[in-house]
């Protein structure tokens, strides 16, 4: 028997709905953990729920990478040097005070942030552009800080301040450059952007190749290691201002989840339901590239992050940006520190590049989520 549907009515437009969390039989709610595999909407209580899971997978990873090394320390040990210095008083420096609050704590708090900065940066650079291979380092920005740092380097390579201040600068320039080219008469476009972010970034990988074949051979290999991920020089000083400009720029982008679930959809809808669509796309662009403009100057170009933990948040639970750009930051502190940990622990004394580890640790976690979609 051949059953006929309803043609749809034009008195009932279609719209964006996320369905409610259902019920289970007999009408009682489903339980509270459910919520966590759940595609639905973003409730304030989901949101409070999975990123209180993973603020809780994020703190026992960054406890974890203080607790492993080259050198081991015991979990006990661990716990006592980090309530001295947190809660106590330290009247002398030990053995322990020294290995894990001055070497690996900056460690692992650089890691948290550029995982949370990055992640984020990827978020709002595929909600604005609505292309699911949109990422930092395709609109050229880890190009120009890495040019920076490498003319830095080799400059002024005794200079603290040099790396970070140049690579800074060089996000910061072919931001405004790829900014000013994809400006047209009516405001940003989104394709425009995409074309000159590529067309820059293959121009400053070139010079790139450049500099690194005319470099002497001393600083060569700690280039080609930093360019892939290194966590392991960011100075005292440089780390404080790092972390400031990341919770600043993520307080931005988590304000603007609202405005880019309605540009998600199309930006003539967007401006009929009252968002100011050039605010909001020049703004994104903008945080999108102070947040990752600010890690590579520190850590070096860390790889797959921002396109990859994008992708997976919304495979678990779903578009909505209230809840991605949240998850998203505890996924990607989440996924730097381990990866870091590994670099740090799988050769050692050996280190490897954590952009390296994040890729072998991100790729095999993605394709397992996609067969499952």
């Known amino acids: 028997m051949i059953r006929r549907h309803p043609a749809p009515s034009l008195e009932r437009p279609q719209t964006l709905v996320i369905d409610p969390p259902t019920r289970l039989e007999g009408g009682s709610p489903r339980p509270r953990l459910r919520v966590l595999f759940e595609r639905g909407p973003a409730t304030p209580r989901k949101v409070a729920l999975v990123c209180a899971v993973l603020g809780a997978l994020a703190l026992g990873v960054a406890f974890l990478a203080l607790h492993l090394g080259s050198e081991p320390v015991p979990r006990a040990i661990v716990g006592r040097v980090l309530w001295a210095h947190l809660f106590g008083r330290v009247e002398e420096l030990t053995a322990a005070d020294v290995i894990i609050w001055r070497i690996r704590a900056p460690r692992v708090v650089l890691g948290l942030t550029a995982g949370a900065a990055l992640a984020i940066a990827g978020a709002l650079l595929q909600a604005l552009l609505r292309n699911p291979l949109a990422e930092p380092y395709v609109l050229g920005i880890s190009g120009g800080a890495a040019l920076g740092a490498i003319v830095a380097i080799v400059g002024w390579g005794d200079v603290l301040w040099a790396r970070p201040l140049l690579a800074f600068v060089g996000a910061a320039l072919t931001t405004a450059l790829v900014y000013a080219m994809s400006r047209g008469r009516t405001g940003m476009a989104t394709e425009r952007l995409v074309l000159a972010g590529v067309i820059i970034a293959t121009l400053l990988w070139s010079g790139i190749a450049l500099v690194l074949a005319l470099v002497p051979s001393p600083h060569l290999r700690g280039l080609v290691f930093w360019m892939m991920g290194d966590l392991s020089g960011v100075g005292d000083g440089?780390?404080?201002?790092?972390?400031?400009?990341?919770?600043?720029?993520?307080?931005?982008?988590?304000?603007?989840?609202?405005?880019?679930?309605?540009?998600?959809?199309?930006?003539?809808?967007?401006?009929?339901?009252?968002?100011?669509?050039?605010?909001?796309?020049?703004?994104?662009?903008?945080?999108?590239?102070?947040?990752?403009?600010?890690?590579?100057?520190?850590?070096?170009?860390?790889?797959?992050?921002?396109?990859?933990?994008?992708?997976?948040?919304?495979?678990?639970?779903?578009?909505?940006?209230?809840?991605?750009?949240?998850?998203?930051?505890?996924?990607?502190?989440?996924?730097?520190?381990?990866?870091?940990?590994?670099?740090?622990?799988?050769?050692?004394?050996?280190?490897?590049?954590?952009?390296?580890?994040?890729?072998?640790?991100?790729?095999?976690?993605?394709?397992?989520?996609?067969?499952?979609?």
């Not at 170009?301 to 678990?316: E, K, M, N, W």
């Open 238 to 373: 440089v780390l404080p201002l790092v972390i400031g400009i990341v919770v600043a720029a993520s307080a931005v982008a988590y304000m603007q989840a609202r405005p880019l679930n309605l540009l998600m959809v199309g930006e003539e809808e967007a401006r009929v339901l009252g968002v100011e669509v050039e605010r909001v796309k020049t703004l994104a662009y903008f945080v999108a590239s102070l947040l990752a403009g600010a890690i590579v100057s520190v850590a070096g170009a860390i790889g797959f992050v921002g396109l990859v933990v994008p992708h997976l948040v919304r495979l678990l639970w779903g578009a909505d940006n209230r809840l991605v750009i949240p998850a998203a930051a505890l996924s990607g502190a989440i996924l730097v520190t381990l990866a870091d940990t590994l670099a740090r622990t799988a050769l050692a004394p050996r280190e490897l590049p954590v952009g390296a580890v994040t890729a072998m640790l991100g790729v095999p976690i993605f394709i397992a989520l996609l067969r499952r979609v």
